[in-house]
């Protein structure tokens, strides 16, 4: 994906640059193109891509982004001005249905998982990075580590700690796998670029940690998730889901796991209190 550094730089606002941590600036370049991705599934009927307020007023992004500030960088995606109302959750939300009704389109994610599938990787790495940036929704700021709360009571330990590690990880290369660091980062804020001490920790205690490989692989899979234009669909993975993920029979959120607060706000964005 090609990224335009003007317009980029533009989204973060006069002055915010220099109030950004380097991580903060790795994060938000991720996320912008994240974001980028889904617009441009939005907009593949040929129309300018749209940001709809609450009022059902509908402005271009592209105005937008130059004339208006941007919510707090951590705020996830469900919490962005809208024009419609989400899709209510049955009784029993499934895993499924929130990749429907509130992930949606997950283009980043499902590209990720798609490139482990036709590439012949474990079930369980497909699994993580399924849902290696879902929390992105919820909440941007560490996401690696929400992301793995979020689904630690659903899946085998691997799965989850693979998550929580990606985000770290990301930033050091791995020669031995054909893990490098990613060029986007040199180009966007230059050479001097260094992720943040608590980041460094993290990294060096997954490096030599016996699960290490489960977040490397994702952050492989990571570098192949940005392509545009490319068609993915949760389909593929439905029985993979239905294999490595414990659906609650009470439904996802209502079955008072310590992560089901997270997914009822996943479900309820709108709510309150
Ligand atoms: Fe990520
Ligand atoms: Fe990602």
């Not at 009022?55 to 500030?69: F, K, M, R, S, V």
């Not at 995606?77 to 389109?105: C, G, H, N, Q």
């Not at 290696?132 to 630690?152: C, F, M, P, T, Y």
Request: charged fraction near 25%; hydrophobic fraction near 40%.
């Amino acid at each position: 994906m090609e990224v335009d550094r003007r317009l980029f730089l533009a989204t973060l606002g006069a002055g915010a640059l220099e109030l950004m941590t380097p991580e903060d600036k790795a994060e938000a370049l991720e996320h912008y193109m994240e974001g980028k991705l889904d617009e441009m599934v939005t907009a593949r009927d040929g129309t300018e891509p749209m940001l709809y307020m609450p009022d059902g007023e509908a402005i271009a992004l592209a105005e937008l982004e130059q004339e208006n500030p941007r919510p707090p960088r951590g705020t996830g995606t469900l919490f962005r001005p809208r024009a419609s109302e989400f899709a209510p959750m049955s009784d029993k939300p499934t895993l499924v249905e929130f990749f429907e009704k509130r992930f949606a389109p997950a283009n980043h994610v499902l590209q990720s998982a798609t490139h482990a599938m036709e590439t012949s990787q474990p079930e369980r790495t497909i699994m993580a990075c399924l849902m290696h940036d879902v929390v992105l929704n919820l909440i941007k700021v560490d996401h690696g580590w929400w992301g793995a709360q979020l689904i630690e009571p659903y899946v085998e330990e691997r799965i989850s700690w693979g998550i929580r590690y990606h985000a770290p990880l990301r930033f050091y290369p791995d020669d031995a796998v054909g893990y490098e660091y990613p060029e986007m980062y040199n180009r966007i804020f230059g050479n001097d670029y260094v992720p943040e001490p608590y980041i460094a920790r993290a990294a060096a205690f997954a490096k030599d940690h016996r699960y290490y490989m489960e977040a490397r692989l994702i952050t492989l899979n990571d570098t192949y998730a940005f392509e545009e234009g490319k068609v993915v669909s949760i389909d593929p993975f439905v029985e993979i889901i239905g294999r490595h993920f414990k659906q609650p029979k009470e439904g996802l959120g209502l079955d008072n796991s310590p992560s089901s607060h997270m997914w009822r706000t996943i479900a309820n964005p709108d709510r309150p209190l």
